[in-house]
């Protein structure tokens, strides 16, 4: 049997009547139901930046199960991100070049925040299949292009795989062209933790990406916040001694007990049974999947779990066809105008997954609507994207923002990728796509008076 040596060590402590003169402030008083669980770096509970002990023990039972060198992070991909891309600038000063990484388009904002304040330089890749702002479906060919075309050549390739719409790219073709052109891949796979667990893995890691981030938290039964970064053992050594390091420059001191409980339990739960169930329920689903489509459903994607649907038509905006859902007590994950995700895992159940089916066969089909989505255009660099996060800024309104340099991400999460990157010049397009969206107003650089 796995073993849960946080969750054991946390259990006896909790069981133990000490008297907690230490952080947090609720003593292991219940107010909400689970103080006693939650713990600080007492002695024996080990450190996660600093892991020697039971955290260690617990990362190591993952990394075993994940088939890479993984370690925990207890807030998000977000983390995850920000050390990836830490470790790839740490890199090129090794190898003794610029901090260049190439990356796809459709970014989490996440990215932003770490070119800012890791001051590396971006080089952007677009695909020809871009129906969306948040995907960006680049083949080993259009990488291949980019990267024989450029000047210089980048030290790593940064994409998401899966996206927020469910499309995944080729990573074992685009790893290859990756190595051969000396650089290392990266890959956001937030989306997709539960890949890997598939009777055919689906895991980056396993596709050829170097270093990888999957949020445990989307797609498995983990509190919020827990998540992991994946590097290869095939990647460089150096950058899995460089691991912690880079995860404490972005981490808060105080890691949260409850949510590395919940990262050592799913070892366990992973380990027993979780690829049978997972197979049958992926099972279901198509089945699902196939009776929608005869009802009228678009659905977009290739991510076994995730229901994108594409529901212009079907006669809805995805902002009223999710109101349809809430109004029969489902709350899907997101919806813009075009598009409604849903995502699903064993937990919803077939009971679950058979009140979803009633409530889109209870949603009636009407006259499809063509408006379309703005076209992208790629816009006009002014100011880098540190240089753009770190000016003076003002908020102004969507009509008076065209011609200024976006300041920072207008954009929320979900979905928390931008339309437009810092930096660039807000054009006509730009505007269209906010207006679009439901972007009324916008952080511009600061003028000069």
Request: hydrophobic content about 40%; some cysteine.
């Given at each position: 049997m796995m073993e849960t040596p946080i969750c054991d060590f946390v259990r006896r402590y909790a069981e133990s009547g000490t008297l907690r003169l230490h952080m947090p402030g609720h003593k292991g008083a219940s107010l909400l139901g689970m103080e006693s669980l939650d713990i600080t770096e007492v002695a024996g509970a080990d450190s996660l930046y600093e892991a020697d002990g039971i955290i260690r023990q617990s990362e190591a039972n993952a990394s075993a199960i994940f088939g890479a060198r993984t370690f925990y992070s207890t807030e998000g991909s977000s983390q995850c991100i920000r050390a990836m891309l830490c470790l790839a600038v740490r890199y090129a000063g090794r190898t003794g070049r610029r901090p260049l990484i190439a990356a796809g388009r459709n970014v989490h904002k996440t990215f932003l925040s770490a070119a800012a304040l890791l001051d590396f330089e971006v080089m952007w890749l677009c695909s020809e299949r871009q129906e969306s702002y948040l995907a960006c479906r680049l083949t080993a060919s259009e990488l291949e292009t980019a990267l024989s075309a450029a000047a210089e050549k980048p030290v790593a390739v940064y994409l998401t795989s899966p996206d927020y719409l469910g499309n995944t790219v080729d990573l074992r073709a685009i790893a290859q062209v990756c190595h051969r052109h000396g650089a290392l891949l990266l890959v956001d796979g937030a989306h997709g933790a539960y890949l890997k667990f598939l009777?055919?893995?689906?895991?980056?890691?396993?596709?050829?990406?170097?270093?990888?981030?999957?949020?445990?938290?989307?797609?498995?039964?983990?509190?919020?916040?827990?998540?992991?970064?994946?590097?290869?053992?095939?990647?460089?050594?150096?950058?899995?001694?460089?691991?912690?390091?880079?995860?404490?420059?972005?981490?808060?001191?105080?890691?949260?007990?409850?949510?590395?409980?919940?990262?050592?339990?799913?070892?366990?739960?992973?380990?027993?049974?979780?690829?049978?169930?997972?197979?049958?329920?992926?099972?279901?689903?198509?089945?699902?999947?196939?009776?929608?489509?005869?009802?009228?459903?678009?659905?977009?994607?290739?991510?076994?779990?995730?229901?994108?649907?594409?529901?212009?038509?079907?006669?809805?905006?995805?902002?009223?066809?999710?109101?349809?859902?809430?109004?029969?007590?489902?709350?899907?994950?997101?919806?813009?105008?075009?598009?409604?995700?849903?995502?699903?895992?064993?937990?919803?159940?077939?009971?679950?997954?058979?009140?979803?089916?009633?409530?889109?066969?209870?949603?009636?089909?009407?006259?499809?609507?063509?408006?379309?989505?703005?076209?992208?255009?790629?816009?006009?660099?002014?100011?880098?994207?540190?240089?753009?996060?770190?000016?003076?800024?003002?908020?102004?309104?969507?009509?008076?923002?065209?011609?200024?340099?976006?300041?920072?991400?207008?954009?929320?999460?979900?979905?928390?990728?931008?339309?437009?990157?810092?930096?660039?010049?807000?054009?006509?397009?730009?505007?269209?796509?906010?207006?679009?969206?439901?972007?009324?107003?916008?952080?511009?650089?600061?003028?000069?008076?």
């Open positions: 009777p055919e893995s689906g895991h980056a890691i396993d596709l050829g990406a170097d270093l990888c981030c999957t949020s445990a938290h989307k797609t498995l039964p983990v509190l919020t916040g827990g998540a992991y970064l994946h590097i290869s053992n095939q990647a460089p050594p150096v950058l899995s001694d460089w691991a912690k390091d880079a995860l404490t420059l972005f981490g808060s001191t105080s890691p949260s007990y409850l949510i590395l409980q919940s990262l050592d339990a799913v070892n366990r739960y992973l380990a027993e049974g979780y690829c049978e169930r997972l197979a049958g329920f992926v099972a279901r689903v198509r089945e699902y999947r196939a009776e929608w489509a005869k009802r009228g459903y678009v659905m977009c994607g290739d991510e076994p779990l995730k229901v994108t649907l594409s529901v212009k038509p079907y006669g809805y905006r995805g902002d009223s066809f999710a109101q349809a859902l809430r109004a029969q007590g489902i709350e899907c994950e997101f919806a813009d105008p075009d598009f409604v995700v849903m995502m699903l895992t064993p937990e919803t159940g077939e009971a679950g997954l058979r009140r979803l089916h009633e409530a889109m066969c209870a949603i009636r089909q009407r006259p499809a609507i063509g408006e379309r989505p703005p076209e992208f255009r790629l816009p006009e660099k002014v100011l880098s994207i540190r240089e753009a996060m770190l000016s003076p800024s003002e908020r102004i309104p969507l009509s008076g923002s065209e011609g200024r340099v976006l300041a920072s991400a207008s954009v929320g999460c979900p979905p928390a990728v931008p339309i437009v990157i810092c930096g660039e010049r807000i054009d006509e397009a730009a505007v269209r796509g906010f207006a679009y969206y439901g972007i009324q107003t916008c952080a511009a650089v600061a003028e000069r008076r």
